[in-house]
């Protein structure tokens, strides 16, 4: 059994910074793809950044050079640090983990955590 649990959103001011974590639990062999997505209300989910297991990453245009993603293996834990913030990044965000178990070391599932939400506000 693998759980996510996501941590680091609240209410901030427009310019401010906030720092998301997902941490990964369970018997968890390998993590492969790392992926946040957000939902804003009223709106589907969308992909906001991903990295790869070689480090390699992705953004969105619209987050682009204010949003960084990381992630620690050793710790089974991903980030996402937000900069700059702006109203319109408003959401709740998503972390979707590929993961291998122990159980299962030649299957990748998907995981997902259960959202932390992000308010950006004066």
């Known amino acids: 059994q693998v759980q996510l649990v996501e941590s680091g959103g609240g209410l901030v001011q427009p310019g401010g910074s906030l720092r998301l974590a997902c941490v990964a639990s369970?018997?968890?062999?390998?993590?492969?793809?790392i992926h946040w997505y957000r939902q804003a209300p009223e709106k589907e989910r969308v992909l906001v950044a991903a990295?790869?297991?070689?480090?390699?990453?992705t953004f969105a245009e619209s987050v682009k050079g204010r949003f960084a993603i990381s992630r620690d293996d050793a710790n089974f834990t991903v980030y996402l640090q937000m900069n700059d913030l702006k109203p319109e990044d408003t959401a709740v965000y998503y972390c979707?983990?590929?993961?291998?178990?122990?159980?299962?070391?030649?299957?990748?599932?998907?995981?997902w955590g259960q959202g932390t939400r992000v308010d950006v506000s004066s």
């Open positions: 979707n983990l590929g993961i291998t178990t122990l159980q299962e070391p030649g299957s990748t599932r998907n995981y």
């Open positions: 369970g018997s968890i062999a390998r993590i492969y793809h």
């Open positions: 990295i790869s297991r070689r480090g390699a990453t």
